[in-house]
């Protein structure tokens, strides 16, 4: 298993194109000229293409025994993509929102339960913030080393388990993270972020691609949504 993710990720031989081929943009180029579109220019630097490293030999260390020499760090693809997922949402949803808060904070304030009051409001705060803001646009890259998010690395050895989801009507990856914050997710957009079936190409050969469990606060969460629509 070792030799393989080595294979992969430090090359076994020609360098191989995850994404599409020069050929086939010429090509959608070409098609797009016929149809009377020769102003739209179709390049390679347009899309967001993965690709594999490079071959480069494992040297073993003249200095410490067991070890192999650093590997040049190379990047596989970079992209731009929102934050987070995001949704407009109507004001439906606010009201409903707002009149479960009341409800829950007069129970719990006849209950004397004073404090839970205060994260009742916190968390409205922190839902209408989200839902009325759009997410930034942040900059991405993946390497053989493990991934950046903006200056942020993250290391494979920190990443466990990767999986395809949809969140708020987007498709999303999500990859399970060892350490704070517990799980990176990815926004993917059609023709602006690498394909699905790339990215997973790329990630198969490190993590495995398995979609947890749910956990019991996104059980409660869903059965809220189910029971409670807010639009």
Known sequence: MLEKV????????????????????????????????????????????????????????RVAPGMYRPVPEETLVEWQAPARPFRPRKRQFFSTVVIIAILVSLILFFAGQVLPVAVVISVVFLVYVTAMIPPQTVKYKMTNYGIYVEKEAFSWLSMGRFWFD????????????????GRLTFVLVDGQTPREEDLEKVLSEVLIKEKPELTTYEKIANWLQEKIPLE
């Not at 430090?10 to 090509?27: N, Q, R």
């Not at 149809?35 to 967001?48: I, L, M, R, W």
């Not at 969140?167 to 399970?176: C, D, T, Y």
């Open 6 to 61: 080595k294979a992969a990720l430090f090359g076994g031989g020609k360098a191989e194109k995850l994404g599409p081929s020069v050929a086939d943009i010429a090509a959608t180029a070409a098609a797009a000229e016929m149809a009377g579109a020769a102003d739209e220019q179709v390049s390679a630097s347009d899309v967001n293409s993965v690709r594999m490293p490079s071959q480069s030999k494992m040297e073993k260390s």
């Open 166 to 181: 949809t969140q708020s009507g987007q498709r999303v990856m999500e990859i399970e993270l060892y350490r704070f914050p």
